[in-house]
């Protein structure tokens, strides 16, 4: 009877872990898609500046002062040659996002973020020469033509958009392959990433925000009928990407490699749907079908992972890689950044 409780409120938990992340990551999206549209703050640099502001903070109060998760130390030396080239690409990573989402919809912005494991599969092949089975490439078929078929049928196409998502894909690829070679030894979790790389990001982009944007911003606050409610909406923001992180840090406790990647495909899905019910952004059917083959094709490649990871190594036999480079120590061996912290904003 106990064993049956337990696993019904396991169950119950992964649901609503699942339920809070959906939560947390559309509501991100729309608010910032809101911020750009409804607001006509069309300053990107200067919303992922409050978001990284926004995340330091939240980082320092919940390992320095609520002390809710414990902190990983890292050498001061090391801050510096290894995390903040890490920052750097988690800053770009995030600018192009929201550079994307100001000139395309959220459901053409989130079906090309999808194709984040075709570019990480080619970026490894191409750059480190990795050997990747067949499997893996035949699942990467349905992504890459979901893409082009949503892309083709996208009746609010914008050029600058599309490039900046696409690149944003390349960045996420990067920081996700760059993380386990630079970060080896550290057994990083969405808290003390956010926490050691926000500051280092917020160094990066402030200058370029202020440089910038900082004119159009003081021309924004003079035109706009109510400055100072836009300004809370744009800070809650901020607050909200750091929610999302601890978010993804109380999924990826409560749920299977599995259940994670599924729910994450999903949590597109939802993000289109709301999306299409606040902005009401044109789609046409054969744009949702490119949608529905990408998100099908990102389930079928998490699958394939998964199940290529639970074979057991043949000797002489190649195996799929997930870092660019062979660990010299059995420090190393140990698991770095988890692969299920792509979502990260």
């Known amino acids: 009877m106990e064993d049956s409780f337990v696993f019904q409120w396991s169950d119950i938990r992964s649901l609503l872990s699942i339920i809070q992340w959906w939560a947390f990551n559309v509501t991100v999206i ?6 750009f549209q409804k607001l006509d703050f069309k300053f990107p640099l200067s919303v992922s500046c409050v978001h990284f502001i926004c995340s330091a903070i939240g980082g320092y109060v919940v390992i320095k002062v609520l002390k809710l998760k414990p902190l990983i130390t ?40 999808s194709f984040t494991p075709a570019t990480t599969v080619v970026l490894q ?5 990795k050997y990747f089975d067949w499997r893996i490439w035949a699942s990467l078929v349905p992504i890459v033509g979901g893409i082009l078929l949503t892309s083709v049928t996208e009746l609010s196409f914008n050029m600058f958009g599309f490039c900046a998502a696409l690149f944003g894909c390349l960045a996420t690829s990067t920081k996700t392959i760059l993380a386990e070679s630079l ?7 969405s808290i003390n990433t956010v926490y050691y790389m926000a500051p280092f990001a917020t160094m990066i982009l402030a200058l370029p925000a202020l440089l910038l944007e900082g004119n159009g911003i003081l021309e924004w606050f003079g035109t706009h009928p109510y400055p100072w409610s836009a300004l809370i909406i744009i800070f809650s923001s901020g607050v909200l990407a750091f929610c999302l992180n601890f978010s993804i840090f109380y999924v990826i406790h409560s749920t299977t490699a599995v259940t994670f990647n599924v729910a994450g495909n999903l949590k597109v899905a939802v993000a289109v749907l709301v999306s299409w019910l606040i902005f009401r952004n044109p789609i046409s059917y054969l744009n949702c079908v490119g949608c529905a083959v990408t998100l099908v094709g990102c389930t079928f490649y998490g699958y394939v ?41």
């Open 305 to 345: 992972r998964h199940m290529l990871s639970q074979q057991p190594a043949v000797p002489g036999t190649p195996r799929t890689p997930r870092t660019p480079r062979t660990p010299r120590s059995k420090m190393e061996l140990l698991p770095l950044v988890n692969d299920k912290l792509e979502d990260k904003v």
């Open 183 to 189: 970060l080896h030894g550290y057994k990083f979790d």
């Open 125 to 129: 092949w191409l750059v480190w020469r």
């Open 30 to 35: 729309i608010v910032n898609k809101w911020i």
């Open 74 to 113: 890292v050498d001061p030396e090391d801050r510096w040659r290894r995390i903040f080239p890490m920052s750097f690409v988690f800053c770009i990573n995030i600018v192009l996002g929201n550079v994307s989402l100001r000139y395309i919809p959220v459901s053409f912005m989130q079906t090309i973020k």
